[in-house]
C-alpha cells in the first residue's frame, strides 16, 4: 500500500440488511486523491448496496462513512453530491427529446431573468466537454446519440458539478471495445486531475487495466484487497467466486457437421421507423454449429434477431429451418419448429417481472404448453422445476414472482426455457449479459448440450471474450451488413476492432 | 413490513373512510349519526340487504368489465357508455321478441351483451388500428351513447306516451325476485357466477394468458407471439359486453324499459370498484358489494342524518384517488432510484457458487 496521501473517502464496518440478507457486512473501504479503486464481485455480492450506502440511495444500518476525515450521514443522493460525491449509473437516466445541455444541466438550468439561457449553457457544456476531450454537440439531441455518445452525456452530468469522488457503476457494460478505450482516457484524466475514482466491475480485464487497487466483495463481505501489482485475472477471479475458475476462455465445442438447419438468404429488414435496418444479410448454421455475431451495439442486431424470430417482417428474402421456409409464420409456428430466442432485454421482453416461474415458462410457449384452451400449468411447473435444478437455483418459490429474483437467476430461467423442449436453432442474443461467472459458466455449459444434440445457436454478443470462447465461426456487423467473416483463430481484438469500425476485410 | 404489505389493499378504504369523517363534520352533520344510517339503509332489515346486492348486481358487471380491461393494460373508462347501450339493446329485444321465459331472457340479456360488446369494439378497433388512446374515445362515446339513447327514446323507439322511454318489455321478459317483495333477481347470482368463471378464463386459459401478458408488458406479448392487435379488439369487446350484460340486468330485473336515465353512474361507480379490487374478478365481487352498500344507505343517510347522498360520490372519487397512491412502496427519486437490474436489493441470498 503507499499511504502517502489521507484517504478522501473512507468507510469503516459498514452494514447493511434486508430483512434476513445482510447484504453489507462489516465492509472498510477507502479511496484516496488520484487513485482508481476497483470494487469487483459477483451479481448480489453487495456492490450495489454498498455504492447506494456511498451515494445516499440507501443509509447504513452501521458503521461509519467518512469524507475527507470527516464522518457524514446522507439522508439522500443530494448531501452525497454536496459532499463533493458524484456517481454514473449503470443505466443511463436521460430525457431523450431534450439535447446534450438539456440533460447535463437537468435541474440546475441557467437562467437570465427567469428564462432559460440556452447559449450559456450550452457553453458550459462545451467547456467541461472539451476538458476531457468528449467530441459531443452540446445541441444535439440525446435521441439521435449512440450508447457511447449517451454515457458521455452521463459523465458530463457528474463531472459538471466538479466531484472530487466520481463512481462509475459498470461502466463499460454495453461499451464495444473502442468506446471503453475512450472511457478508460477519461478515467485516467480524472485520475491526473486528483479525483478518486471508485470502478465498479465484473470484467476483471478491465481492473487489470484501469485500476490502482482493487476490492473484491463475496456474500457482501470483503475478501480480498489488493494493489494491482498484486493482482492477477486469476487471482481475483477465484476470490470473486470463491473456488479457482477454469480460464474464462473454454475450447471451442465440436466440429460442425455439414448439414445445414437454418438457413438465411438475402434477409433485409426495417427498423421501426421504416429505415434500412438490415440490408441483405445471408447465414448458414449448420448442425452443431455456433456463429457469433460481433458488432457495436445499434448496427442492426436486434432488427435482425427480430425478424429471424418472427417479430419483425422480413422486406425480402428467406429464411429456412430444417428444410421448412419459415419465411411468413409467425414466432409461435417458428417456435413449434424449434427456433429459440433469447431476448437482450429480458426484464421486459423475455419475461414478465409480475408473473411467477412457472407463468413465465409459458410466455411463448402458451400455444405449445395447452391442453384444449386451458394453459397446461402442470407442465410449466414441471419446467420451472427442472430448470431450477439444472441451473442449481437456490431457494427457488414456484409462487415467487419473478421480480424478486437477481438478475442473473432470471436469465437463467430465460435461458432455460428456450433450450428447453426440442430447440433446433437458438439466437442468443448477449446471453449473459448482466451475469457471473457461476451462471455464465451453466449456461455455456447448457449451449455445449445443445450444439452436442445437433441444434446451432447464432450468438450475438456485445462481448467479444464471449464470442470468441463459443462461436466456431465469427461475422461481424456493420450498419446493416456483414462486413468480415473470420474463423474465430483469426479473431484477434485488432482485426475485430478495425471490421466492427465499419473498414472492410 | 410484511405485514403492513398485506394491509396495502385495504389502505384506500381506511383512508377514505376516515377523511369522509372530516368531510361530514364540515358539512355540519354528524358522522357517527351518519354512518349508522348509511349502515341502517344497507343492511337494517332483509330488504335493504337484498336491495344493496341489487346494486351490486348492475355494478359487479360492469366492474368486471372495467377489470378486464385493465388486466390487457386497457383503462376502459366506456363502462357508462356500454351499459346503456346494452341496456337500450335489451329493452328493444325484451319487447319485440316474444318467447318462452326459458329462451326470451337469454335472449335479451345476449342483446345486452352484443349492443355492450359492440360499443367497447369501437373503442378496441380505434386503438389497435389507429393507436388512439382508450381513455379519450371511451369517454367520447360516453356521451354518444347518453344523447343517441335520449334521441332514439325521444322519438324512433318511443315506446310510451307518458315519458321518453321505449316500450315495457313482455312479461317473460322480466326477472322475478327470488326473496319477496324485494327487487333482487336471478341475475345476482349469474353476476356471481360471471366473476368466477371470469377468474378461471383469466388465470387458466390461453385467452386469459395472452391478455394478463398484453397488460404486464406489450413487449413480451410481441415476443411472445401474442396477436396484440386483435387482443386488443376482443378484451375491449369483452369489457363492453360485460358492462353491457349489467345494462341488461337493469332492464330486465329492476326497470323494464329503457329510458337515458336508467343509471345513475354505474359505469363510472365501477371504475372505483375495479380499482380498488386491483382488477380482480373474485374481489370485485366485494369491492362491488360495498359500492352497492354505500349506494343504497346513501337514501337512509339523507333521509336520516341530513347528510346529502352526494357523500356517497365524494367517497367514490376518494377510493380512485387513493387507490393510485403506493402504500408502503418504495419511494420514487429522480436520481438513483434503484433499477431492476440491480440484484442487491433483492431479497435473495447471494447464489452459492456452482460446484
Known sequence: ?505 | MTMLRRLAPFMPLLAVIALSFFIVIAAKGNPIDAYSALFQGAFGSLQGIAETLTQTTVLLFAALGVAIAFRAGLFNIGAEGQLIVGALCTAVAGASLHLPKMLEVPACFAAGAIGGAFWGLIAGWLKARFGASEVITTIMLNYIAYLGANFLVAGPLRGSASAPETAQVWSTAMLSPIIPLTRLTAAFPFAILTAIVLWWWLHRTVGGFEVRTLGRSERAARYAGIPVQSVIIRTMALSGALAGLGGASDVLGLVHRFNAELSPGYGFTAIAAALLAQSNPIAAVFTSFFFGALQNGALSMQALAGVPKDLVSVITGLVIMFVAVNWFGKRVTLHGAPSADSDDLRDEPAPEPAT
Do not use: W
Open chain 1, 1 to 505: 500500500m503507499s499511504g502517502e496521501s489521507a484517504p478522501l473517502l473512507r468507510c469503516h464496518g459498514v452494514s447493511k440488511r434486508f430483512g434476513s440478507l445482510v447484504a453489507n457486512d462489516r465492509i472498510d473501504f477507502d479511496v484516496r486523491a488520484g487513485e482508481v479503486h476497483a470494487i469487483v464481485g459477483e451479481n448480489g455480492a453487495g456492490k450495489s448496496t454498498f455504492m447506494n450506502l456511498l451515494y445516499g440511495v440507501l443509509q447504513p444500518d452501521a458503521g461509519t462513512i467518512e469524507v475527507r476525515g470527516t464522518r457524514v450521514r446522507f439522508a439522500n443522493c443530494a448531501d452525497a453530491m454536496r459532499a463533493g460525491i458524484g456517481m454514473v449509473f449503470q443505466h443511463y437516466l436521460l430525457v431523450e427529446r431534450f439535447t446534450v445541455a438539456e440533460n447535463v444541466l437537468l435541474g440546475r438550468e441557467r437562467t437570465v431573468r427567469g428564462f432559460l439561457d440556452r447559449r450559456t449553457a450550452s457553453d458550459v457544456v462545451r467547456e467541461v466537454a472539451a476538458r476531457y476531450r468528449f467530441l459531443i454537440d452540446p445541441d444535439a439531441r440525446v435521441e439521435s446519440l449512440g450508447v457511447g455518445a449517451r454515457q458521455q452525456v452521463e459523465l458530463l452530468k457528474v463531472l459538471e458539478r466538479d466531484p472530487q469522488i466520481v463512481i462509475l457503476d459498470e461502466p463499460t457494460a454495453s461499451l464495444s471495445p473502442l468506446e471503453i478505450d475512450g472511457l478508460f482516457e477519461v478515467v485516467r484524466r480524472m485520475r491526473s486531475q486528483g479525483r478518486a475514482v471508485i470502478f465498479i466491475t465484473h470484467k476483471l480485464k478491465e481492473v487489470m487495466a484501469i485500476s490502482d487497487r482493487v476490492t473484491v466483495l463475496r456474500q457482501g463481505k470483503v475478501v480480498g484487497k489488493l494493489d494491482r501489482a498484486d493482482a492477477s485475472e486469476a487471482i481475483l477471479g477465484s476470490l470473486m467466486v470463491g473456488r479457482d475458475v477454469p480460464p474464462q476462455v473454454t475450447p471451442v465445442g465440436p466440429e460442425p457437421s455439414s448439414q445445414p438447419v437454418l438457413l438465411v438468404r438475402d434477409v433485409v429488414v426495417q427498423t421501426d421507423a421504416g429505415t434500412p435496418a438490415v440490408s441483405e444479410i445471408s447465414l448458414e448454421l449448420k448442425s452443431g454449429e455456433v456463429v457469433g455475431i460481433a458488432g457495436v451495439e445499434g448496427n442492426g442486431q436486434v432488427e435482425f434477431a427480430e425478424a429471424l424470430y418472427g417479430m419483425r417482417a422480413c422486406v425480402s428474402g428467406s429464411i429456412v429451418l430444417d428444410g421448412a421456409d419459415v419465411t411468413h409464420a409467425g414466432s409461435v409456428a417458428r417456435r413449434h419448429a424449434g427456433l429459440r430466442y433469447i431476448s437482450p432485454d429480458r426484464q421486459r421482453e423475455g419475461l414478465v417481472l409480475d408473473f411467477d416461474a412457472p407463468e413465465n415458462m409459458l410466455v411463448g410457449n402458451e400455444r405449445l404448453m395447452r391442453r384444449g384452451m386451458v394453459v397446461d400449468l402442470a407442465a410449466a411447473r414441471a419446467q420451472a422445476d427442472a430448470i431450477a435444478r439444472s441451473f442449481r437455483i437456490p431457494g427457488y418459490t414456484p409462487q415467487a414472482p419473478m421480480r424478486s429474483y437477481s438478475g442473473g437467476t432470471q436469465q437463467k430461467f430465460l435461458v432455460g426455457r428456450e433450450l428447453e423442449g426440442g430447440a433446433r436453432a437458438v439466437i442468443a442474443f448477449a446471453p449473459t449479459r448482466g451475469v457471473d461467472i457461476g451462471a455464465a459458466e451453466s449456461i455455456y455449459e447448457h449451449f455445449k448440450r445443445l450444439q452436442a444434440g445437433g441444434a446451432c445457436i447464432l450468438l450475438v454478443s456485445y462481448d467479444l471474450d464471449e464470442i470468441r470462447s463459443l462461436a466456431n465461426r465469427i461475422v461481424v456487423f456493420s450498419k446493416g451488413c456483414i462486413v468480415g467473416e473470420l474463423r474465430t483463430s483469426q479473431a484477434d481484438d485488432a482485426t475485430l476492432g478495425r471490421l466492427m469500425g465499419g473498414s472492410a476485410a
